[in-house]
C-alpha cells in the first residue's frame, strides 16, 4: 500500500471462499455461409504480371464446428472481475459435482436459465466463426453467416470457486475476487486505476 500511495478507508477483511455458477457448453454442427472468393484458376489473371484482372466467384458452403466449453456467466449479479477471472481459468480442470464440495462453503444460486444461456454461447460463437471464417475459407468477402445448423451438443453448471473480499476506497467497495485454481486476482480498482503496480499491491495484499 505504501508503494502504491494508496489507503483504504476501512480494515481489508480476509477473502472469504465461495462457489460461483458459470455454465459451458459444446457445440457443433455446421455455419452456413454464402460469400466471394477469387478464383485463382482463372486463366485471365497472372498474379504479379499485371495482366486482366481476378475473376470473383459467388461461394455457398458450410464450416464445421467442433467447439468445447464456452463459458457463459450463469448469475445476472455476478461482475466484471468475475468474467475476467473465466478468461483464465483451466475449464478442463473443472471438477464433477460433488456436494460434499459444499461443506460449510456458500455457493451462489444460478438464475440464468441454460436456455438463455445457450442463446448467449451460439451468438458469441457466429461472431467470433464471422471474423475468422474469411481467412480459413480464403473468401475475399463473407456475405452472411447463419447459426441456423448450430447444436448445442452437451451443457454442464459449474462451480468455479474463488475467494472475496472487499476494499473500501474514495467512499465505496471495491470487490476483489482470488481465483481458487490458480491465485489470479482481479477487482474493479484495477480497471479504475491508472497506478503502476496496482495489481501485484492487491496480490500482496491478499495472500496472506
Do not use: C
Request: aromatic share 8%; net charge negative.
Amino acid at each position: 500500500m505504501e508503494g502504491n500511495q494508496i489507503k483504504p478507508e476501512k480494515q481489508v477483511e480476509p477473502p472469504r471462499g465461495l462457489y460461483l455458477p458459470l455454465w459451458t457448453f459444446d457445440l457443433g454442427g455446421v455455419i452456413d455461409y454464402t460469400g466471394e472468393m477469387v478464383d485463382i484458376e482463372d486463366a485471365g489473371f497472372h498474379m504479379g504480371l499485371g495482366q486482366g484482372q481476378p475473376k470473383v466467384i459467388h461461394v455457398n458452403d458450410s464450416y464445421p464446428l467442433l467447439i468445447h466449453d464456452i463459458p457463459i456467466p450463469a448469475s445476472r449479479k455476478l461482475s466484471a472481475p468475475f468474467v475476467r477471472l473465466i478468461r483464465t481459468f483451466d475449464l478442463k480442470a473443472i471438477q464433477p459435482y460433488d456436494a460434499r464440495y459444499l461443506a460449510d462453503w456458500p455457493a451462489e444460486l444460478y438464475d440464468i436459465p441454460m436456455a438463455d444461456a445457450s442463446l448467449d454461447a451460439r451468438s458469441q460463437t457466429l461472431a467470433s466463426i464471422k471474423r475468422d471464417l474469411p481467412m480459413k475459407a480464403g473468401l475475399v468477402k463473407l456475405i452472411s453467416a447463419s447459426s441456423a445448423n448450430m447444436t448445442v451438443d452437451s451443457f454442464r453448471l459449474n462451480l468455479f470457486p474463488v475467494w472475496m473480499t472487499e476494499i473500501w476506497l474514495e467512499n465505496r467497495s471495491h470487490l476483489v475476487l482470488i481465483s481458487g485454481q490458480n491465485g489470479v486476482v482481479q477487482s474493479d480498482i484495477i480497471m479504475k486505476s491508472d497506478k503502476p503496480g496496482v495489481i501485484a499491491w492487491l496480490g500482496d495484499l491478499l495472500k496472506d
